[in-house]
């Protein structure tokens, strides 16, 4: 992958969260600067913003044979996804008229 993308194969592989991360499609707000990778190779879409972590990790057992890194994307649904300053569990906050909430996933 020389030309585009990221193998996430160096260990001081870091995300700069720039945060409040955007959420345009939620509240139609774009948060700015976007997030990225200190590499420059990953950055925030800031349609959707970035996950709450964002980190290179090992090689999870029967990921790619002979990689080292992978990217680990997890979002804290119940506290922080969706708007900054939002929390989806207690709704405290305020989202633009007729915005969903997103909805959550397990890991």
């Known amino acids: 992958m020389t030309i585009a993308g990221d193998d996430f194969e160096d260990p001081a592989w870091t995300y700069v ?3 409040p991360k955007s959420s345009y499609d ?10 990225y990778s200190t590499n420059r190779r990953w ?7 970035h996950p709450d972590m964002v980190r290179r990790v090992e090689t999870p057992e029967g990921g790619l044979e002979g990689s080292t890194g992978a990217l680990l994307l997890a979002s804290n649904y119940k506290m922080r996804a969706g708007v900054p300053a939002v929390s989806a569990a207690t709704g405290a906050g305020a989202a633009a008229p007729g915005a969903s909430r997103p909805r959550s996933f397990s890991m």
Do not use: I, W
Not at 26 to 35: E, H, I, S
Not at 43 to 49: I, L, S, V, Y
């Open 17 to 19: 969260p720039n945060n």
């Open 26 to 35: 939620v509240d139609k707000q774009l948060r700015g600067p976007a997030g």
């Open 43 to 49: 950055r925030e879409n800031t349609d959707r913003g």
